[in-house]
C-alpha cells in the first residue's frame, strides 16, 4: 500500500525543547516537501529537497531543520528557535520538483504539534 | 509571481443542491492549476488537476473545474452536494520558482453542507 505516513499524529513540546516530526513516503518520489497550515492562511512552505542530501529553504525555514539521507525519509526538527511552533505541520512528495509544471504532490495525514 | 485567490473562506449548501466554490488566479503564462480537499485533521487529497488539455476538468467524487483564461479562474463545482463532501478545499496554482515547480496556496474554503 503506497503513500506518505508522519508520526506521531499529535505531538506535544514544551518551550525550549526541539522535537522532531518524522515523513516517510514509498513511492520512489525523488522529491518531498514541508509545510505549515495555521488557519486562514493556507498552507506555506517550510523546506523541500528534491534528491538526497540536499534541500531548499522554503518561505518560513527560520527555526527549523531537516535533513534527507535517504530517499524515502524527510524528518523535520522543529527547533527552540521557531517562536511559534504550534501549527498543524504536512509532508508531501512528488515524483521530481523541476521536469513538469504538471507533476502532482502527494500529503500525508499531517502532524499537530502543540507547544505547552 | 504567480498567485491565487479563493474568495469566499466560507460556503453552506443544503444537501443535494449544486456547489460552487470560487479561485482566480494571476500568471504570466499558462498555469496548472489544482484544487485539494482535506478534511479535519487529514492531510490533502487531490480532487482534480488542469494541465492544458482540456479546460472543463473532472476530478473525484462528482467535482468538476472548468479553466477560464479570459477570468482568469479555475471555479470547483458540483451539482448535488452530500454530506460527505464537508471540508476545506484548496486551489493551488505551480509556479516555477529558480528552476523548481512550487505550489501556491489559495487560503482554503470551508464547505458546510445542511441536511
Known amino acids: 500500500d503506497g503513500g506518505i505516513t508522519q508520526s506521531p499524529k499529535y505531538l506535544f513540546r514544551k518551550e525550549g525543547q526541539n522535537v522532531t516530526l518524522s515523513c516517510e513516503q514509498n513511492?520512489?518520489?525523488?522529491?518531498m516537501y514541508w509545510y505549515r497550515q495555521d488557519p486562514g492562511q493556507g498552507l506555506r512552505l517550510i523546506y523541500y529537497s528534491q534528491i538526497v542530501n540536499d534541500f531548499q529553504k522554503g518561505d518560513i525555514a527560520e527555526g527549523y531543520s531537516v535533513s534527507r539521507e535517504k530517499k524515502e525519509s524527510f524528518p523535520l526538527t522543529v527547533t527552540s528557535a521557531q517562536k511559534n511552533p504550534t501549527a498543524f505541520y504536512l509532508c508531501a512528495s512528488s515524483i521530481a520538483a523541476d521536469i513538469s509544471i504538471y507533476n502532482e504532490q502527494f500529503f500525508g495525514p499531517g502532524t499537530r504539534l502543540t507547544v505547552l | 509571481a504567480q498567485s491565487v485567490t479563493q474568495l469566499d473562506s466560507h460556503v453552506s449548501v443544503s444537501e443535494g443542491t449544486p456547489v460552487l466554490l470560487r479561485c482566480n488566479y494571476s500568471s504570466s503564462y499558462s498555469p496548472s492549476l489544482f484544487w485539494y480537499v482535506q478534511h479535519p485533521n487529514k492531510g490533502l487529497q487531490l480532487l482534480l488537476k488542469?494541465?492544458?488539455?482540456?479546460?472543463l476538468v473532472k476530478g473525484i467524487n462528482g467535482f468538476e473545474a472548468e479553466f477560464k483564461k479570459s477570468e482568469t479562474s479555475f471555479h470547483l463545482t458540483k451539482p448535488s452536494a452530500h454530506m460527505s463532501d464537508a471540508a476545506e478545499y484548496f486551489c493551488?496554482?505551480?509556479?516555477?520558482?529558480?528552476?523548481?515547480?512550487?505550489?501556491?496556496f489559495g487560503t482554503g474554503t470551508r464547505l458546510k453542507v445542511l441536511a
Open positions: 493551488v496554482v505551480s509556479d516555477r520558482v529558480s528552476g523548481t515547480y512550487k505550489y501556491i
Open positions: 488542469y494541465t492544458s488539455a482540456a479546460t
Open positions: 513511492l520512489n518520489h525523488d522529491a
